[in-house]
């Protein structure tokens, strides 16, 4: 299995910026595909971003895109998400997650990944 941590969230204002680190440990872990997505309390988990296992294929939500960055170091089994341009709507529980099997056309889809982060908050408030 893979183990997956996240850190980074906190409190900040919109316009704001945050990073996102998420460690994994565990059966080749550097090897999967990653993904990132939050969650707010009565909605469905968000797609937010994903990642290749070689770094050269991202996905991001229409939401995001062109604030957001998906990054990984897979020496450091680590992979980051950049957040810049906050918004309120951004608030939210992030978590990371890994593929088992290679699913980098479907890095979008929740039910692609198999371990999943317990979460991070991020608060996003004027």
């Known amino acids: 299995q893979v183990q997956l941590v996240e850190s980074g969230g906190g409190l900040v204002r919109p316009g704001g910026s945050l990073r996102l680190s998420c460690a994994a440990s565990?059966?080749?872990?550097?090897?999967?595909?990653m993904g990132w997505f939050r969650q707010v309390p009565g909605k469905e988990r968000e797609f937010v971003a994903g990642?290749?296992?070689?770094?050269?294929?991202?996905d991001y939500a229409d939401s995001v895109k062109g604030r957001f960055t998906i990054s990984r170091d897979n020496a450091k089994n680590t992979v980051y998400l950049q957040m810049n341009s906050l918004k309120l709507e951004d608030t939210a529980v992030y978590s990371c997650?890994?593929?088992?099997?290679?699913?980098?056309?479907?890095?979008?889809?929740?039910?692609?990944?198999?371990?999943w982060g317990q979460g991070t908050q991020v608060t996003v408030s004027s």
């Open positions: 565990g059966r080749t872990s550097s090897g999967r595909n």
């Open positions: 990642i290749s296992w070689s770094g050269e294929i991202t």
């Open positions: 997650a890994a593929q088992t099997e290679n699913q980098w056309s479907r890095l979008h889809s929740t039910n692609s990944y198999d371990f």
